[in-house]
């Protein structure tokens, strides 16, 4: 069973800066996308970005566009995210998502267990 571990969370004031990582235990073959989500209290859970494998093509919430960058690590294969300029209302915990083509048109959905972020006003 592959598990994903997210790293690079913590404390950070508002206007600052964190990166995201996130490493896989065993491989994970088929990989058609990467991306991170997020979950604050009370909160569903929302994309905060995403990547394609195949074209490398990215996709962020308008709330962090222009402030969060995705990217992929083709060694690892895993995604990292790279959050400026951050805000009080991006406190939320990460999580780190990979979406494998397990079989033919069936996806499998891979999830870490967060990392939280808070940023103090």
């Known amino acids: 069973q592959v598990q994903l571990v997210e790293s690079g969370g913590g404390l950070v004031q508002a206007g600052g800066s964190l990166r995201l990582s996130c490493v896989a235990s065993?491989?994970?073959?088929?990989?058609?996308?990467m991306g991170w989500y997020r979950q604050a209290p009370g909160n569903e859970r929302e994309l905060v970005a995403s990547i394609t494998t195949s074209s490398g093509s990215t996709n962020y919430a308008d709330s962090v566009k222009g402030r969060f960058t995705i990217s992929r690590d083709n060694a690892k294969n895993t995604p990292s995210l790279q959050m400026n300029r951050l805000k009080p209302e991006d406190t939320a915990v990460y999580y780190c998502n990979i979406v494998a083509e397990t079989s033919y048109r069936d996806w499998t959905n891979y999830w870490g267990q967060g990392t939280q972020v808070t940023v103090s006003s």
């Open positions: 065993g491989s994970v073959f088929s990989i058609v996308a």
